[in-house]
C-alpha cells in the first residue's frame, strides 16, 4: 500500500539521504516558522492561553515568546502552532493548498526538546514530516466544500515527524500515521471568513493529535489498514489518490515547492497585493486619487469579497480590506492587520473595492494563482497591474535577506534586538531543539 511505502521512507530516511538544496531549503523553512510562531505570540487570546497552562503544569516544553515558561509537550505543541498560524505569516505549499511546516515543527520542537535530540535528527525528521504532509494533503486536494485546510490532512506530517525523530520501525510509524488520519478535524472555511478564532487553533489541534498518535503507536495501539486514506476519504472532493502518498519519494522533494509569505493574510490575496504594490511604485497613484478598485483573480481568492471585516482575522481573509489597507497605509504586514488597523478610512476605502472571479485566471490555478488590479482615479485615468502568482514562491521567489529582514521584524520585538542574530543562526543550522526554544524566550 501506498501509505506502507511513506511509513518506510520516512523511517529509512537518513541525514545523509537530503541534498544540499533540501537542506538549505528546510533550515530557512524552519527560522521562518520560529519566526511567525514568536510573532504570534503577543496575540491576546494565545498569550492568555499561554499564561494560564504555564501556571496550570509544569512540564519540560518551552512556550516559546514567554520568559522561559514551560507546560507538557502536548501543550506546548498546540499553543506554539497557533502561534504560528495567527498571523497568516507562516510558509505554504500551492499543491498541498496549505501550510505543512506549521503542522510540523511545533510538536517537533516540543518533543524533541524534553528529548535532547540533535540538530540533525531534528532536520531530518523535519524534512521527513514536511514531505508526509504534502503527499497526505496531495491524497486530498481538492478538499470537499466548505473545508479549511489546516488541520485536516497536517496531523499525518506531524506523526510522520515525531516518529522519525524518535527513530521508530516502519510499522509503528505507518500506525502512528494511520491513527493521526482518524483525528483530522472537520474544519470549516467559514470560520476564517467569519472572523471566528476557533480557526487560528486548527494547527494546534493536529500538531497535538499527531504527537498523542505517536504515544499511542508506541503503546501498542494499531492503526486501521490502508487507514491514511480512508480516514481521509470524507474531505476529499472527488476522492482519495491513494499513489500521491508515494509519488517521488526520494526524488521530488516538496520541500523545495513550498512559498514564502510577505504579506500577513491569506495567500489567496497575495496577488493582488503585489499588483496594488506595482502599481503605486510605477504610477505613483495613491489612495486619495483613487475613486474605484476592481480585482480579477481566481475564484477562491475572489470568494474572499467581504468589505466590513469585523476582526482581525476576518481582516485577513477579505480582498477588500487587504486591497485599501495597502493604498491607504502603505503596509501588509503585521500591524495591517490587527483590530486597531480596522479604521474607519481603511474600511471606508475598502467599500470602493470590487473583487471577480475571471476564466482566465482560473483556468491558470494552481500552477499561476494570480490577479490584476484595475484602478479609476478621480480625474477619469485608468491604470492596471497584473500578477501572474505572488511573491514568495517558485514564480517569483524572495532573497534569504528579505527572509531575515521579516525574521527581525517579527522576533525582536519579542526577544529583543541583542538576541536575534543567535536565532537566526541557530535556526539556519538547525541547531538541536533543545537549543533553539532556549533562544526563543522574552
Avoid at 512556550?63 to 505569516?89: H, K, P, Q
Avoid at 540533535?118 to 503527499?135: I, N
Avoid at 481603511?346 to 473583487?355: E, H, I, S, T
Avoid at 499561476?368 to 480625474?379: K, L
Wanted: charged fraction near 25%; hydrophobic fraction near 45%.
Amino acid at each position: 500500500m501506498a501509505d506502507e511505502a511513506l511509513a518506510s521512507f520516512v523511517s529509512d530516511l537518513d541525514r545523509t539521504d537530503l541534498p544540499a538544496s533540501v537542506v538549505e531549503r528546510a533550515s530557512l523553512v524552519v527560522a521562518d516558522t520560529i519566526g511567525a510562531v514568536l510573532g504570534g505570540a503577543s496575540d491576546p487570546a494565545v498569550a492568555t492561553l499561554a499564561r494560564r497552562w504555564a501556571d496550570e503544569n509544569g512540564g519540560e516544553s518551552t512556550i516559546m515568546g514567554t520568559a522561559g515558561e514551560r507546560t507538557t509537550a502536548y501543550r506546548a505543541a498546540f499553543v506554539n502552532a497557533t502561534a504560528g498560524s495567527v498571523l497568516e505569516l507562516d510558509e505554504g505549499h500551492r499543491f498541498a493548498a496549505g501550510h505543512p511546516a506549521i503542522h510540523v515543527l511545533p510538536a517537533l520542537l516540543a518533543d524533541g526538546e524534553s528529548a535532547y535530540r540533535s540538530g540533525d535528527e531534528f532536520l531530518t525528521a523535519f524534512v521527513a514530516g514536511y514531505e508526509a504532509a504534502v503527499r497526505a494533503a496531495e491524497t486530498v486536494v481538492p478538499l470537499a466544500d466548505g473545508l479549511h485546510p489546516h488541520g485536516v490532512w497536517g496531523g499525518v506530517g506531524t506523526a510522520a515527524a515525531v516518529a522519525r525523530l524518535r527513530g521508530l520501525d516502519a510499522e509503528t510509524t505507518l500506525d502512528a500515521m494511520r491513527m493521526a488520519a482518524n483525528y483530522a478535524q472537520h474544519t470549516r472555511f467559514e470560520a476564517a471568513t467569519e472572523g471566528a478564532t476557533v480557526r487560528n487553533g486548527y494547527v494546534g489541534m493536529s500538531n497535538l493529535s499527531g504527537l498523542l498518535a505517536v504515544d499511542q503507536a508506541e503503546s501498542g495501539f494499531t492503526g486501521l489498514d490502508d487507514g491514511v486514506a480512508r480516514h481521509l476519504e470524507p474531505v476529499a472532493a472527488d476522492g482519495p489518490d491513494r499513489s500521491a502518498l508515494a509519488d517521488g519519494l526520494g526524488e521530488r522533494w516538496e520541500i523545495e515547492r513550498g512559498y514564502f509569505k510577505v504579506h500577513a493574510a491569506c495567500r489567496y490575496t497575495h496577488a493582488a497585493l503585489d499588483a496594488v504594490a506595482l502599481l503605486v511604485e510605477e504610477t505613483g497613484v495613491g489612495a486619495a486619487d483613487i475613486d474605484a478598485v476592481t480585482v480579477e483573480t481566481y475564484p477562491a481568492a475572489a470568494a474572499l469579497s467581504e468589505p466590513a471585516p469585523q476582526n482581525a482575522l476576518q481582516a485577513k481573509f477579505s480582498v477588500p480590506f487587504a486591497v485599501a489597507s495597502a493604498l491607504t497605509t502603505g503596509e501588509t504586514g503585521k500591524e495591517a492587520f490587527t483590530d486597531e488597523a480596522l479604521t474607519k478610512t481603511a474600511l471606508g476605502f475598502a467599500r470602493r473595492v470590487d473583487v471577480v472571479a475571471t476564466e482566465e485566471f482560473a483556468a491558470r490555478a494552481p500552477d499561476e494563482r494570480g490577479a490584476r488590479v484595475t484602478v479609476e482615479t478621480a480625474d477619469g485615468e485608468r491604470y492596471a497591474r497584473e500578477v501572474r502568482a505572488a511573491r514568495g514562491g517558485e514564480h517569483d521567489p524572495v532573497t534569504e535577506s528579505e527572509l531575515r529582514a521579516k525574521f527581525d521584524r517579527l522576533v525582536a520585538p519579542v526577544i529583543g534586538d541583542g538576541g536575534v542574530d543567535g536565532l537566526w543562526t541557530a535556526a539556519t543550522e538547525p541547531a538541536a531543539p533543545r537549543v533553539l526554544c532556549a533562544l526563543t524566550r522574552a
